[in-house]
């Protein structure tokens, strides 16, 4: 699936190279970011150069070259921009960027939409010209070591709080999770309908690569070039160009082909024939969808936008609740999805109540990981992941849902970004209970019964359709399990852990309150909403 065959290398080795050339890209970020660029805007400049250099390497390569003279003239190549200097280098990059966006529907076209120059220095575009992606082979080495230097970077731009590139980052060990027990195969097409900088269709793309490159077919392989196995949409035109790039450098997609990544809003239509064995998604948190209007005076306003689908059970402005109805649209019969929602999809009532009936009768809800706050860039945020199967009705009409079984990995739990980061590691009891590939029915709940009969149930239960739909409002934000940290006063969790689970706490109250306002016909809004 990449453009040539990389060598082996010792993971060992692999980590270091790639922790050097992340090194390497962040040292020139902090020179760009120091005349005002952000870690977001240098990572598109840098996919602008890292796509030109590629083709070059490609094109050149003495053992299969290639003519790409169709997709790059010669005019706006790479060699055309590395013999200029100062002002001339300057004026060709910014032709260079208009020229090559004119092309609908392919990699290249995605990549330099809209592409602008945000180098404001010509001596500072000189230097990442000549010193540092002109003198990396970026084809050769391993797809794996430059995709994941590239991913370096998006991941320290995740954390630019200024430009809140954070709501396009998922953490990659809850991603790796959530890619272990959903076991892409090579017969599955997989789709991500917010997709980000594209992590979760390199991760489905890895796991296959490491299980089942070897005994596929070489037409099979490249069914991943062409959009028919894999592919994702993203709503905003820069990430999507960052998604197409990373996934580039990670081998899935070709220079010259079409484009893996789609622009443009998801949820404004159902899907039309094209479903998805296995849907991976995070879609962007904040409660609202919304589209701008510009005004007759020219003023721009955002308004609550609501989808008047006929495949959608409720319309509403809930832009979760959405995507989970667009999602279950989305999944074809016989597939899976797992999705990262807030505990609002699991109680809010009305809409959300019609959209969690629907789950569970019209589908198989079968699991339910309660995240832990802390983990992801947006602050006080309260997720779980959903799991579930689509599948054709029962022939006694009875719900396809029978049992939905909950993992509380959040009770108890205490990460930050930095002092306790997620690691991999932490997920490894949830994965292990989940059982990948075996029946549903294998799984055993982490339970212990006293002397006197009474049971105590620890972190994995199950509770049964039955169950659930006679909750009030159809609730499915179970909790059962009590945080000894909060019963033990001499607990010995660093104050700086405490105080940001504070933090988070009044943030996430903050935004049950100015949602409450807003549905009494208030003008609150939650301080950490987001409404793009």
């Given at each position: 699936?990449?453009?040539?065959?990389?060598?082996?290398?010792?993971?060992?080795?692999?980590?270091?190279?790639?922790?050097?050339?992340?090194?390497?890209?962040?040292?020139?970020?902090?020179?760009?970011?120091?005349?005002?660029?952000?870690?977001?805007?240098?990572?598109?400049?840098?996919?602008?150069?890292?796509?030109?250099?590629?083709?070059?390497?490609?094109?050149?390569?003495?053992?299969?070259?290639?003519?790409?003279?169709?997709?790059?003239?010669?005019?706006?190549?790479?060699?055309?921009?590395?013999?200029?200097?100062?002002?001339?280098?300057?004026?060709?990059?910014?032709?260079?960027?208009?020229?090559?966006?004119?092309?609908?529907?392919?990699?290249?076209?995605?990549?330099?939409?809209?592409?602008?120059?945000?180098?404001?220095?010509?001596?500072?575009?000189?230097?990442?010209?000549?010193?540092?992606?002109?003198?990396?082979?970026?084809?050769?080495?391993?797809?794996?070591?430059?995709?994941?230097?590239?991913?370096?970077?998006?991941?320290?731009?995740?954390?630019?709080?200024?430009?809140?590139?954070?709501?396009?980052?998922?953490?990659?060990?809850?991603?790796?999770?959530?890619?272990?027990v959903t076991r892409p195969g090579p017969n599955d097409t997989i789709t991500d309908p917010a997709c980000g900088t594209?992590?979760?269709?390199?991760?489905?793309?890895?796991?296959?690569?490491?299980?089942?490159?070897?005994?596929?077919?070489?037409?099979?392989?490249?069914?991943?070039?062409?959009?028919?196995?894999?592919?994702?949409?993203?709503?905003?035109?820069?990430?999507?160009?960052?998604a197409a790039m990373n996934m580039l450098l990670h081998g899935i997609g070709k220079s010259d082909g079409p484009s893996?990544?789609?622009?443009?809003?998801?949820?404004?239509?159902?899907?039309?024939?094209?479903?998805?064995?296995?849907?991976?998604?995070?879609?962007?948190?904040?409660?609202?969808?919304?589209?701008?209007v510009i005004g007759q005076d020219g003023d721009v306003e955002k308004e609550d936008a609501q989808y008047d689908r006929?495949?959608?059970?409720?319309?509403?402005?809930?832009?979760?609740?959405?995507?989970?109805?667009?999602?279950?649209?989305?999944?074809?019969?016989?597939?899976?999805?797992?999705?990262?929602?807030?505990?609002?999809?699991?109680?809010?009532?009305?809409?959300?109540?019609?959209?969690?009936?629907?789950?569970?009768?019209?589908?198989?809800?079968?699991?339910?990981?309660?995240?832990?706050?802390?983990?992801?860039?947006?602050?006080?945020?309260?997720?779980?992941?959903?799991?579930?199967?689509?599948?054709?009705?029962?022939?006694?009409?009875?719900?396809?849902?029978?049992?939905?079984?909950?993992?509380?990995?959040?009770?108890?739990?205490?990460?930050?970004?930095?002092?306790?980061?997620?690691?991999?590691?932490?997920?490894?009891?949830?994965?292990?209970?989940?059982?990948?590939?075996?029946?549903?029915?294998?799984?055993?709940?982490?339970?212990?019964?006293?002397?006197?009969?009474?049971?105590?149930?620890?972190?994995?239960?199950?509770?049964?359709?039955?169950?659930?739909?006679?909750?009030?409002?159809?609730?499915?934000?179970?909790?059962?399990?009590?945080?000894?940290?909060?019963?033990?006063?001499?607990?010995?969790?660093?104050?700086?852990?405490?105080?940001?689970?504070?933090?988070?706490?009044?943030?996430?109250?903050?935004?049950?309150?100015?949602?409450?306002?807003?549905?009494?016909?208030?003008?609150?809004?939650?301080?950490?909403?987001?409404?793009?």
């Open positions: 699936m990449t453009e040539t065959t990389p060598p082996a290398a010792t993971p060992a080795k692999a980590t270091a190279q790639t922790n050097h050339l992340v090194a390497k890209l962040w040292n020139y970020c902090n020179v760009l970011r120091d005349n005002g660029m952000s870690t977001i805007e240098y990572v598109e400049q840098l996919s602008y150069l890292l796509f030109l250099k590629m083709v070059d390497e490609i094109q050149s390569d003495p053992w299969n070259p290639r003519d790409f003279s169709d997709i790059v003239p010669a005019e706006y190549n790479w060699a055309s921009l590395v013999g200029k200097r100062g002002a001339e280098l300057e004026a060709h990059y910014n032709a260079t960027l208009t020229a090559l966006g004119t092309r609908p529907n392919t990699t290249i076209g995605t990549i330099f939409s809209g592409a602008q120059n945000r180098i404001t220095k010509p001596a500072l575009l000189e230097k990442l010209v000549v010193e540092l992606i002109g003198k990396e082979d970026w084809t050769v080495g391993g797809a794996d070591l430059k995709g994941d230097a590239y991913e370096g970077l998006l991941n320290k731009g995740a954390s630019d709080t200024k430009t809140g590139a954070g709501q396009y980052f998922t953490p990659r060990p809850l991603i790796d999770a959530m890619v272990d594209g992590g979760f269709l390199i991760a489905a793309y890895s796991y296959i690569n490491q299980h089942h490159i070897s005994t596929m077919p070489l037409e099979e392989r490249k069914a991943f070039d062409t959009g028919d196995k894999i592919w994702g949409n993203e709503l905003v035109t820069g990430t999507a160009r960052l893996l990544i789609t622009v443009g809003d998801a949820l404004a239509e159902k899907p039309s024939g094209r479903h998805a064995s296995l849907v991976l998604a995070n879609p962007p948190f904040g409660r609202k969808s919304a589209i701008t006929d495949d959608f059970t409720a319309t509403t402005t809930n832009k979760q609740l959405n995507f989970l109805q667009h999602i279950m649209s989305l999944t074809a019969i016989g597939g899976r999805a797992a999705v990262v929602l807030p505990d609002n999809v699991l109680f809010e009532g009305g809409a959300g109540e019609k959209v969690r009936r629907k789950l569970l009768a019209e589908f198989d809800l079968h699991t339910v990981l309660r995240l832990p706050t802390g983990i992801f860039y947006a602050g006080g945020v309260k997720a779980n992941v959903l799991f579930f199967d689509k599948k054709s009705p029962r022939t006694d009409g009875k719900p396809l849902t029978t049992d939905t079984w909950f993992y509380d990995f959040r009770t108890g739990q205490h990460f930050t970004l930095k002092q306790r980061p997620l690691t991999r590691a932490h997920l490894d009891d949830f994965v292990t209970a989940y059982k990948p590939g075996e029946p549903v029915g294998a799984r055993v709940e982490t339970k212990k019964e006293d002397a006197e009969g009474n049971v105590e149930f620890g972190p994995w239960r199950k509770y049964s359709y039955e169950e659930l739909t006679s909750r009030d409002k159809v609730n499915l934000d179970v909790t059962w399990l009590k945080d000894p940290a909060l019963e033990d006063a001499d607990s010995d969790l660093p104050p700086e852990v405490i105080a940001e689970e504070i933090v988070r706490d009044l943030q996430s109250a903050l935004d049950e309150f100015a949602a409450i306002a807003k549905s009494l016909g208030g003008e609150v809004e939650a301080a950490s909403e987001d409404e793009t």
